[in-house]
């Protein structure tokens, strides 16, 4: 158990709908990342929430959002859904250490998209 | 942009025999390596980094990988394979930038057999 839980584990819905992921984060950990998995494109990096702030941006499509709260937290958004949001999606969290950090990851959350 | 190749969509092996899962990369500047490990419906977990130093680096459950600057390589291997190594195996690396974020490989699925 890394320690980096995710919420809800699967979730079904159907085209046009928005749905919400939650993570949270190890303890003491500032930065959260959210990666999305699919068997096309495999493990590709959206976006990074370092104590509230956005700190880097990958391949997070428009219709996609996150945020970080003050408990830190943290959300991804995901609207307009499309068949091909289906996939798992991953949060993992870091806390600095010198000189690069190690990501850990949590369980997942199974989007089907219908 | 930094990139990783695993050339291998999957390894097999016999259990008590060593394995190798490749991993080549690129990347500007000397890179940060990590390998990861998925098991089935788990999210990653990390196995080892290279930061500098030590072109062996030892990780969790016997595992250890190789860097070869010249080859631009960073293999994971392991002297005698179990069955229950049987999963899918991530290479990553990431710039020695500030804000820099990790890239991962397509995966390596590695089957030992009994």
């Known amino acids: 158990d890394s320690g980096v839980t995710q919420t809800p584990k699967h979730l079904i819905t159907a085209t046009g709908q928005r749905v919400t992921l939650r993570c949270s984060p190890r303890s003491g950990d500032l930065s959260v990342y959210w990666y999305q998995q699919s068997l096309d494109q495999g493990l590709q990096f959206l976006i990074q929430?370092?104590?509230?702030?956005?700190?880097a941006k990958g391949n997070i499509l428009e219709r996609f959002s996150a945020q970080q709260f003050p408990d830190l937290h943290s959300e991804l958004n995901l609207s307009s859904l499309e068949l091909g949001d289906s996939a798992l999606y991953f949060c993992?969290?870091?806390?600095?250490?010198?000189?690069?950090?190690?990501?850990?990851f949590g369980p997942g959350t199974r989007l089907t998209v219908l | 942009a930094q990139s990783v190749a695993q050339p291998e969509d999957q390894v097999n092996v016999a259990e008590g025999n060593p394995l190798t899962v490749k991993c080549t990369y690129s990347?500007?500047?000397?890179?940060?390596l990590f390998w990861y490990v998925q098991y089935p419906n788990r999210g990653l977990q990390f196995l080892l980094k290279y930061i500098t130093g030590d072109n062996l680096v030892k990780g969790s459950y016997g595992f250890e990988a190789e860097f070869n600057k010249s080859q631009t390589s960073f293999h994971l291997k392991k002297p005698s394979a179990l069955v229950s190594d049987s999963a899918l195996y991530f290479c990553?690396?990431?710039?020695?930038?500030?804000?820099?974020?990790?890239?991962f490989g397509k995966g390596t699925m590695l089957l030992v057999s009994p």
């Open positions: 990553a690396v990431r710039a020695p930038t500030g804000y820099s974020t990790l890239t």
């Open positions: 993992a969290s870091s806390s600095w250490t010198f000189p690069v950090d190690t990501q850990y």
């Open positions: 929430y370092y104590n509230g702030e956005e700190r």
């Open positions: 990347v500007s500047g000397n890179p940060y």
